[in-house]
């Protein structure tokens, strides 16, 4: 379950406590795909930030591995973070409009300690070529793409670290 308080718009009241997820349960399997569907609102993103940690949970667990992520120390959590990963909705707000592609797709690569600056540089590039944004692309910023241009940066930026979750 994940709660938000709401805090009251009159200082003598008390805050409210909204409930955004109502307690799901679920397990994805390696090599497994799971969609979850449902309205707007309906708490499908609130689900997917609490999943790779940037929600916490109310109640409940989430279990990575067999291991509890609220359970890591601050090391297990930059370790889970590394194998997690979020492709979200809206490509044009989830990039930042002053970094290039190839330093947006990099940055993904930033947390694993065994790579050079430019072995990351060099896998960006072939993501980004991979992805069909070859080249000059590399340069660009995220302003002077198309919308189906944007979204592939993003999932590029996603799988870059070859996560085990996204």
């Known amino acids: 379950c994940v709660d938000f308080t709401k805090k ?10 909204f409930r955004a ?12 795909t799971l969609a979850v569907v449902g309205e707007s609102g309906s708490g499908k993103t609130t689900l997917g930030r609490t999943l790779v940690r940037l929600v916490r949970e109310s109640s409940g667990s989430i279990r990575f591995n067999g ?4 359970r890591l120390s601050s090391s297990g959590l ?21 970094m290039c592609l190839l330093d947006i797709v990099a ?5 694993l300690p065994d790579l050079s600056t430019t072995e990351r540089r060099a896998r960006a590039l072939a993501m980004l070529a991979e992805a069909g944004l070859p080249g000059d692309y590399a340069e660009r910023l995220p302003h002077e793409l198309s919308c189906g241009q944007r979204q ?3 999932i590029v930026g996603a799988i870059v670290a070859e996560p085990r979750f996204i």
């Open 107 to 111: 940055e993904g690569l930033r947390g």
């Open 8 to 17: 009251p718009l009159l200082f003598w009241r008390k805050s409210a406590i």
């Open 67 to 70: 291991e509890a992520i609220d």
């Open 152 to 154: 592939r940066v993003c």
């Open 78 to 98: 930059k370790r889970y973070r590394l194998q997690t990963q979020m492709v979200f909705q809206d490509p044009f707000s989830s990039l930042d409009p002053r």
């Open 21 to 32: 997820v109502n307690c799901v349960d679920l397990s994805v399997r390696e090599g497994e």
